[in-house]
């Protein structure tokens, strides 16, 4: 029974008829899952779709959000920002964004290395990881959307309950421990409890202690800044007068088993130090499954590169690469035929994607350490010329990066020694001061019309990210910073795109002012600019109008017809994805904009 309920898809559900129909009905009931006629109906329409997003979970038990030990988080934004997002959204609808980002994804999308392996392999080779991590209970299904070949949705579950148990005839409450928001971000995402992440504990917490675990928000200072408001290593005891004690309620995401000592726990560097046992939302984990066979990416990202359509043979700019998966898919769509130019101005993060096309032994990726706002060469007179920094060195048959290593950090010049074991460590890989050293060149940039295709998935506010328990930081002038940096970095893409060549432009926010104002700016100020349409097309479309933010400023959004031309995945629609926004461009025949 569980090779079948593990195989269960829903995609699958309009070819049932008979038996079939009856066996998957008693197959949902093995889930401990209620579901409608109503709902099963619906849930066929959306699978008889090819271009449907994955099939919305089914109802989950709500957590109850009256007692203390409670998941029930609420968002608190600036006042201009909420009745900025309220013009742009209506209120209504903002609110439910808002209650929505708070919760995780009730799936966990995975991208399949199709260079390496197939689909079926990989999902064979999943359900057998998951029915021996599941094997008390029933392990999560799989699904598979027709329309991306490539993409298994692996589902988890949640809200749940929490049901917090004191020692059984004590009347000790649970010990407890508090982590800091990012933290908790990460564990309703599936992840553990490092030791990094842990802000307070209760006193005398030993290893193989249960803990119930809540989340510390960051509050507003009478200064106007924001404060955590708890010094790390702070005792709990359980009683009205803890830190935060009242702040708490409603702010538990699960009870765990304690791997460390509370001392161990504040003295050691790294580490697990709660393993959670008990979650409000149980997502598998695959932190180091199938490392080079899987990539695990929010389903508007995989988009993203599907989107761009790049071909075969094709010389492709990503901008702004890293952690890397948009660049992997741009690779494996080429069949690993043409070029891929990743850029980063992060060392290590450059150091990252090569590694991952390593894992997926990907050729046609080169990575360069560069900021896209420098990366636009006018001295280059081939359009195909890489120039790099002369300051490198050779080892082997790797390039090392030498520019930073001449001086120390007050601009000295070290000595050749100094300058020797620094190279030593680059060579040799990450040491205890986590450099992660060489195999990193330096890019001087690129002539203009030397790529067929760029990608700028730009740095964003990321307002769209969940889930999200805090969101207090952003006011409407920094999210107009954003904005202004976002026009920057286009302006690089169109001189370095060539005539007849494409743009997409990607965030992953919910805020208008670096979506649909961005492409407004760039229809407006290139009219060999035009919107394309996208296939696939699974988010909603874009945002129409306008909004006066002061006397002097008003932010133009799209035109009806624009509007439909660029996706806008909604993390309140059927889809459950992050916020994310997609717009692309043909690039006519250039002129001076």
């Known amino acids: 029974m569980r090779l ?25 009931r093995r889930q401990r899952q209620s579901i409608s006629i109503a709902s099963l109906s619906s849930l066929k329409k959306k699978a008889m779709n090819m271009n449907s997003p ?155 202690d249960k803990v119930a675990v809540s989340v510390a928000i960051e509050k507003p200072t009478d200064t106007g800044g924001l404060t955590l408001g708890i010094t790390r290593g702070t005792v709990l005891h359980g009683t009205p007068s803890d830190i935060r004690y009242e702040d708490r309620h409603g702010l538990y995401i699960g009870e765990g088993v304690a791997f460390m000592s509370r001392t161990g726990i504040f003295r050691a ?44 043979g094709e010389r492709i700019l990503d901008m702004c690469a890293a952690p890397g998966g948009k660049t992997t898919a741009i690779a494996i769509l080429m069949k690993d035929k043409g070029e891929v130019i990743a850029l980063d101005r992060s060392h290590n993060k450059v150091m990252d994607i090569l590694k991952l096309a390593d894992e997926m032994e990907i050729k046609c990726i080169k990575a360069y350490k560069l900021d896209a706002l420098k990366s636009v060469n006018t001295s280059i007179t081939d359009e195909n010329e890489v120039m790099l920094e ?24 070290l000595s050749k020694a100094v300058m020797r074991k620094r190279m030593r460590q680059m060579r040799n890989g990450p040491g205890k001061n986590n450099s992660k050293g060489g195999k990193v060149a330096n890019s001087k940039g690129f002539a203009p019309n030397s790529f067929d295709r760029v990608l700028l998935d730009a740095p964003c506010s990321a307002l769209g990210l969940r889930p999200r328990l805090f969101a207090a930081e952003e006011t409407i002038d920094s999210l107009r910073r954003h904005g202004t940096y976002q026009r920057r970095m286009f302006d690089r893409a169109v001189q370095l795109v ?45 945002i129409v109008g306008s909004y006066r933010i002061d006397e002097t400023h008003t932010e133009e959004w799209l035109k009806e017809s624009e509007a439909e031309l660029v996706q806008r995945f909604d993390p309140v629609s059927d889809t459950d994805t992050i916020g994310f926004f997609i717009a692309k461009f043909m690039v006519g025949m250039k002129r001076e904009a």
């Open 269 to 312: 560097k790294e580490g697990i130090a709660v393993e959670m046992t008990n979650r409000v939302y149980r997502l598998p984990s695959f932190n180091d499954v199938l490392e080079g066979e899987i990539f695990l990416q929010n389903l508007p990202s995989i988009v993203t590169a599907r989107v761009l359509d790049p071909q075969p």
């Open 390 to 413: 002369e300051q490198s060195v050779i080892v082997g048959e790797e390039c090392y990066d030498l520019t930073n290593l001449q001086k120390d950090e007050k601009g000295r010049y």
């Open 4 to 28: 079948a309920i593990a195989k269960w898809d829903p995609l699958r559900l309009p070819r049932a008829r008979g038996i079939r129909s009856t066996l998957v009905l008693i197959l949902i």
């Open 498 to 542: 060539r005539p007849g060549g494409v743009i997409v432009y990607s965030t992953c926010t919910i805020n208008p002012g670096e979506n649909e104002a961005l492409v407004r700016y760039a229809l407006d100020t290139y009219g060999f600019l035009t919107l394309a349409p996208q296939s696939p097309k699974i988010g909603g479309p874009g």
């Open 54 to 208: 994955p099939p919305p979970p089914p109802p989950q038990v709500e957590v109850d959000a009256g007692g203390r030990y409670a998941f029930n988080p609420t968002l608190k934004w600036d006042p201009h920002v909420e009745a900025y997002f309220s013009h742009a959204y209506g209120a209504s609808h903002f609110s439910r964004i808002s209650s929505a980002l708070t919760k995780p994804s009730c799936y966990s999308c995975i991208r399949v290395n199709t260079l390496k392996t197939s689909t079926h392999d990989v999902n064979t080779k999943l359900l057998k990881l998951l029915f021996h991590q599941h094997q008390h209970q029933d392990p999560p299904f799989i699904s598979q959307n027709p329309a991306l070949h490539d993409v298994l949705y692996v589902w988890g579950t949640g809200p749940h309950h929490l049901s917090y148990h004191p020692h059984p005839g004590m009347g000790v409450p649970l010990k407890e421990v508090i982590v800091s928001r990012k933290c908790a971000e990460a564990v309703l995402r599936g992840a553990q409890i490092y030791v990094p992440g842990v802000m307070a504990c209760s006193a005398h917490v030993e290893k193989g």
